[in-house]
């Protein structure tokens, strides 16, 4: 059953958004959650625009999606996202993915920061906003912590530089795009089941990426750094 304040699009997996397998990358399974939340601020008048008249920022903080399958070349999908709280300076927002016959391949749970990008510092966004968006009921799922716990060891691989094509509206490294710099970290392709992105800080173009890896059981962890060792970004695979 859909949810008061829950906001939809539709798709069909494109070439584009798939690889070897014809599977649906987890980039793209990212990027229509995304698009799906732009979209629904787009149409409530609270968008690109309005943000960037106030200087204010929706910035991720962190992630945690569970991909129960990933959709094929061609199939008819259905995203849809919802606010699931508001506290302070930050909101919850919750994302489904759905297949033609209702079956969800994919649904997440993330953490968004209010920032005022003059200032430089997270702000509480007006009530006008929080009450376009409306609160619905979270989605029914295990939430892990926030915060990544580090494997003691980890090995530093080689540093690359931010690219234009890394950047979005803010100016700022987009947030799939640590995911895809993570994924390229990896010794091998994994199958990936359950992802868990902690965002720090935000690295901008011509900054340099110094990675640091490690491999447990169970998971994979990716630490994208600067030259001092502080994380942008912390990404789990598992």
């Known amino acids: ?46 968008g690109l625009a309005y943000l960037k008249e106030r200087k204010k920022a929706w910035m991720l903080s962190a992630w945690q999606i569970a991909i129960l399958r990933y959709p094929r070349m061609g199939e008819r999908i259905a ?14 927002r ?22 005022d990008l003059e ?37 530093s691989l080689q540093p690359f530089s931010i690219l234009r ?18 994924q390229e970290a990896l010794k091998e392709p994994m199958d990936v089941r359950k992802l868990r992105v902690e965002y720090k800080k935000s690295a901008v173009y011509g900054d340099i990426i110094y990675p640091r890896t490690a491999y447990e059981e169970d998971r994979a962890v990716v630490e994208l750094c600067d030259g001092a060792g502080k994380a942008y970004a912390v990404v789990e695979f598992s």
């Not at 397998?21 to 609270?46: H, K, V, W």
């Not at 100016?171 to 795009?177: A, K, T, Y």
């Open 165 to 182: 094509g890394h950047i979005d509206t803010n100016e700022h490294v987009n947030n799939c795009q640590y995911v895809q710099m993570a």
């Open 79 to 92: 995203v849809s996202t919802w606010a699931s709280g508001f506290k302070g300076i930050c909101g919850d």
């Open 1 to 46: 059953m859909k949810r008061d304040n829950e906001y939809e699009i539709e798709g069909r997996v494109r070439f584009s958004e798939i690889d070897h397998r014809r599977r649906m990358t987890l980039p793209a399974i990212i990027n229509y959650f995304q698009d799906c939340s732009i979209f629904q601020s787009e149409e409530l008048g609270y």
């Open 94 to 115: 919750n994302f489904c993915m759905r297949d033609e016959a209702g079956n969800i391949a994919a649904y997440a749970d993330s953490l968004w920061v209010y920032m």
């Open 119 to 155: 200032k430089k510092r997270p702000a509480k966004p007006g009530n006008d906003e929080i009450s376009a968006y409306g609160v619905s009921e979270p989605l029914d799922m295990e939430r892990a912590d926030r915060k990544i716990e580090l494997p003691e060891k980890m090995e």
